[in-house]
């Protein structure tokens, strides 16, 4: 088998966690946590279905799988990137939030 051509499980596998990726993005964008977080757990059960036969793979498909593995690292790192700027967007708004509302306090004590 050549590295250019994976075998039809190969690809499917590669689809599915595609498919994943584009629903994690979809619900970060839309703010969607108990989405997100269903997604990943049924992300993490493919995966790890996938790896547990991985051992037996002959090496130039293990070296695809390694990439994949990698790319999906990497697209990880930018959807936690996202999530931690708008954690950080939301606490400066909270925090403007709570403000406001102890000015409100204090003018209504007057």
């Known amino acids: 088998m050549s590295l250019d051509f994976p075998d039809p499980n ?18 970060i964008l839309k703010a969607e946590w108990e989405g997100l977080a269903d997604i ?44 931690e700027e708008q954690k950080s967007l939301s606490a400066a708004q909270q925090s403007v939030l709570d403000r406001g509302r102890k000015a409100m306090q204090a003018y209504n004590s007057y």
């Open 10 to 27: 190969f690809l499917e596998w590669q689809q599915q966690l595609q498919g994943f990726a584009d629903n994690i993005q979809e619900c």
């Open 40 to 83: 990943l757990d049924k992300r993490q059960v493919c995966l790890e279905q996938f790896f547990a036969g991985v051992a037996c793979l002959p090496e130039h498909k293990k070296l695809l799988v390694k990439q994949v593995a990698q790319s999906m690292l990497e697209q990880d790192a930018v959807f936690i990137s996202y999530i």
